[in-house]
């Protein structure tokens, strides 16, 4: 049933722009590095009761991630996230009866999945495009009710209900939405890569509490890379995760790895602090690998598998007790799945995991929503793959400081995400819209191509 106090709304135009981000280090995950990416913007229109309201929303479009067939380009790949960009904007635009935003959102998803699997663009990259246009036209709704984020999502203003989700209590719904509380503060999960040195470990040990370490696939590799970071780390009292990234091929291998944290003297101390194991086999040989005892050894989410509204259930099934949050993914699947955790009870969870969320809105609207969901630690990548606000104008970097001091500060010549004591502050974040004080207008404008991104 849609909540009867949630408003109509109708999309009058959508907008896309994109801008290059050079990273300052290389970025891999799994089997792919990464130097660089276009970052793309979306400005939407709404009208609700006769009123217009503008919106704007911001994602890297990381090629290799969204979509890994070993036969296609990076290029091939962030082409189809601009493709599916722009099959959800005309799916969107065809609605033209007064909905609210989920309902919209609803009544859309599989006319783009079907869409996109037409050009043979995966459910994941297709989720990429309507999720974007998702967040800009909340922040329009936001921005037209003059209410945050966290108000307008504790009232249900987007009409979140369990149409796709129909294993979900609707009352289990409401009740996640109405009992958020965001932290004042999210601690910085720091991201050990492949390519860090040991020297770039003891130096981010000295800031940071919360770590995310990479895998590679291979138990005897990751097992003398593990052993090396945690002498690393040294004594501290830090907690840990470790990203497979889909590189682990087989159960056994999966067990070799559980078996080395969980009996390797040299990895007690690290063992002790490791809180999950994210996405061990690839995203289709998930379903094929049902964890068996290994569930009750240390537990395990999805990420990448995470491409459909029923996936989190169906990696419950297979042993799995959480999935991750990122707003490129779907930030309605997000809370969805956050309510699902709190009915299903403790023993389940939803993580904060980061495809280099860029400084300025992208990483805004995904941190406050990870505060939405009561996370206290973020992995949060693009501080430091990524120089500050890189090539924004500064003009546009400068705003973003000025309505956000508590979020950025001034570094040289840069304007960088404030990480202060490992933590960053989410207090700016509760600015009327989606969790940015800048006016929309403003955002992603200057200095950049706007065109047809499927062109």
């Not at 246009?133 to 999502?153: E, P, S, Y």
């Not at 290994?294 to 459909?308: K, N, T, V, Y």
Request: proline share 5%.
């Amino acid at each position: 049933m849609v909540p009867t106090m949630a408003p109509r709304l109708t999309v009058k135009s959508i907008e896309f722009s994109e801008r290059p981000v050079a990273f300052r280090a290389p970025f891999r995950f799994g089997a792919v590095t990464v130097n660089g990416a276009a970052q793309l913007f979306v400005h939407a229109e709404i009208e609700m009761e006769g009123k217009r309201s503008t919106g704007a929303s911001a994602e890297l479009m990381v090629p290799k991630w969204f979509n890994k067939d070993p036969d296609l380009s990076a290029d091939d790949t962030a082409r189809q996230l601009r493709r599916s960009a722009d099959s959800a904007r005309d799916i969107y635009l065809q609605k033209r009866d007064p909905d609210t935003a989920f309902g919209l959102s609803a009544a859309c998803y599989a006319a783009q999945i079907a869409v996109c699997s037409k050009d043979k663009i995966p459910p994941l990259a297709a989720a990429f495009g309507a999720a974007e246009i998702d967040k800009a036209i909340l922040d329009a709704l936001l921005r037209a009710q003059g209410t945050n984020f966290f108000r307008g999502m504790n009232d249900n203003t987007a009409g979140l209900d369990a149409r796709l989700t129909p294993d979900l209590d609707e009352a289990a719904i409401t009740a996640f939405l109405r009992d958020r509380a965001p932290p004042a503060d999210i601690a910085v999960r720091y991201t050990i890569g492949m390519l860090d040195s040991v020297d770039d470990i003891r130096s981010a040990a000295q800031q940071y509490r919360y770590f995310k370490l990479k895998l590679c696939g291979d138990p005897v590799k990751d097992r003398v890379r593990l052993i090396a970071i945690a002498q690393a780390l040294g004594p501290a009292d830090y907690r840990a995760t470790a990203d497979a990234n889909e590189q682990y091929q087989s159960l056994a291998d999966l067990a070799a790895l559980v078996d080395a944290l969980q009996k390797d003297e040299a990895l007690s101390h690290l063992s002790c602090r490791l809180l999950y194991i994210e996405q061990p086999f690839a995203r289709e040989n998930t379903w094929n690998f049902p964890l068996g005892a290994l569930a009750a050894r240390i537990p395990f989410i999805i990420d990448e598998a995470d491409d459909s509204y029923d996936a989190f259930p169906r990696a419950r099934a297979l042993g799995y007790r959480g999935c991750s949050s990122k707003s490129c993914k779907g930030l309605y699947k997000s809370l969805l799945n956050g309510a699902r955790a709190a009915q299903w009870g403790r023993e389940f969870f939803i993580t904060a995991e980061d495809l280099t969320c860029q400084a300025g809105l992208a990483v805004q609207q995904d941190t406050a929503l990870v505060a939405f969901h009561g996370l206290g630690h973020a992995e949060r990548n693009g501080h430091h793959y990524v120089d500050g606000f890189a090539d924004t104008p500064a003009a546009e970097a400068q705003a973003f400081l000025a309505a956000h001091p508590d979020l950025y500060e001034q570094a040289g010549t840069k304007v960088r995400l404030a990480v202060r004591e490992g933590t960053i502050s989410t207090f700016s974040l509760a600015a009327p819209g989606f969790a940015c004080g800048v006016q929309r207008e403003a955002i992603g404008r200057a200095n950049q191509t706007i065109k047809e991104l499927a062109s």
